[in-house]
């Protein structure tokens, strides 16, 4: 994707400039990659589909930061749940691992290298295309499938065929949980939030048993899909052909 490509090429001039503190080394990057990441994506609405004055989904000030904490904590919820199933299974153990030498990339890195860009994208802009071109829960499907498929070239602790088809299943159904929360939110900054919390929340509360990663995958993937079912068909939620509001 476009901004991955502004970061690497951020990345690599950067590595040029000789004594330049490793935070900076870091975080001029992933700040670059979110504020380019709006333009980006309001670019190839106005010159791809030829529609002007195309809204990103990330207005409403006032409900801006509740929005984002309500997704920070339910990101974040998801996880731990699934750690602590993992945990009572006896396949994860308790530990903190939270990198205390490095807590800005561990913040800023989920946050705005992955949460900002990829929701512009996948809940704003290819669901909000499909969603004018085909029926709802068709948009819904695809849109959570593309973001599922992207993460078959995701770094992970997957090992062989098998489990990274199924650390892909897993991403399809984390996308499924931030389409919900873009729905029920009607902007983008709840599942933004959700999006982040749960990056950095991946392993950062277990040391789950070498070799039984499958079994975590399960679990999270089970957990997120029961949570996105929750949010979707509670009764306040609104009905999924109302739920596009830019």
């Given at each position: 994707?476009?901004?991955?490509?502004?970061?690497?090429?951020?990345?690599?001039?950067?590595?040029?400039?000789?004594g330049l503190p490793e935070t900076l080394h870091?975080?001029?990057?992933?700040?670059?990659?979110?504020?380019?990441a709006p333009f980006l994506v309001a670019g190839?609405?106005?010159?791809?589909?030829?529609?002007?004055?195309?809204?990103?989904?990330?207005?409403?000030?006032?409900?801006?930061?509740?929005?984002?904490?309500?997704?920070?904590?339910?990101?974040?919820?998801?996880?731990?749940?699934?750690?602590?199933?993992?945990?009572?299974?006896?396949?994860?153990?308790?530990?903190?691992?939270?990198?205390?030498?490095?807590?800005?990339?561990?913040?800023?890195?989920?946050?705005?290298?992955?949460?900002?860009?990829?929701?512009?994208?996948?809940?704003?802009?290819?669901?909000?295309?499909?969603?004018?071109?085909?029926?709802?829960?068709?948009?819904?499907?695809?849109?959570?499938?593309?973001?599922?498929?992207?993460?078959?070239?995701?770094?992970?602790?997957?090992?062989?065929?098998?489990?990274?088809?199924?650390?892909?299943?897993?991403?399809?159904?984390?996308?499924?949980?931030?389409?919900?929360?873009?729905?029920?939110?009607?902007?983008?900054?709840?599942?933004?939030?959700?999006?982040?919390?749960?990056?950095?929340?991946?392993?950062?509360?277990?040391?789950?048993?070498?070799?039984?990663?499958?079994?975590?995958?399960?679990?999270?993937?089970?957990?997120m899909i029961i949570t996105a079912g929750l949010?979707?068909?509670?009764?306040?939620?609104?009905?999924?052909?109302?739920?596009?509001?830019?």
């Amino acid at each position: 994707m476009a901004t991955t490509l502004v970061g690497i090429t951020l990345d690599l001039l950067l590595r040029l400039v000789p004594g330049l503190p490793e935070t900076l080394h870091f975080t001029i990057p992933v700040l670059a990659v979110a504020a380019i990441a709006p333009f980006l994506v309001a670019g190839a609405r106005r010159f791809i589909d030829h529609v002007p004055g195309f809204e990103p989904g990330l207005t409403r000030p006032r409900t801006a930061l509740p929005h984002f904490l309500t997704g920070l904590a339910i990101g974040v919820g998801v996880i731990i749940a699934a750690d602590a199933v993992c945990v009572a299974l006896g396949v994860a153990a308790w530990h903190l691992n939270l990198p205390a030498d490095r807590l800005i990339p561990f913040v800023l890195g989920p946050l705005l290298a992955q949460a900002v860009p990829e929701e512009l994208w996948y809940r704003g802009y290819l669901f909000r295309n499909l969603s004018a071109a085909l029926p709802p829960w068709t948009a819904f499907a695809l849109t959570t499938l593309a973001f599922g498929a992207i993460h078959l070239i995701s770094n992970s602790d997957a090992t062989g065929i098998g489990e990274k088809l199924l650390y892909m299943v897993q991403a399809a159904a984390f996308g499924a949980l931030l389409l919900a929360c873009r729905i029920i939110g009607k902007n983008l900054w709840l599942p933004i939030g959700a999006h982040a919390g749960h990056n950095m929340a991946m392993q950062t509360f277990i040391t789950y048993t070498p070799g039984l990663y499958t079994v975590l995958l399960l679990t999270e993937t089970t957990i997120m899909i029961i949570t996105a079912g929750l949010l979707l068909f509670n009764r306040r939620a609104p009905a999924l052909t109302k739920s596009i509001p830019f």
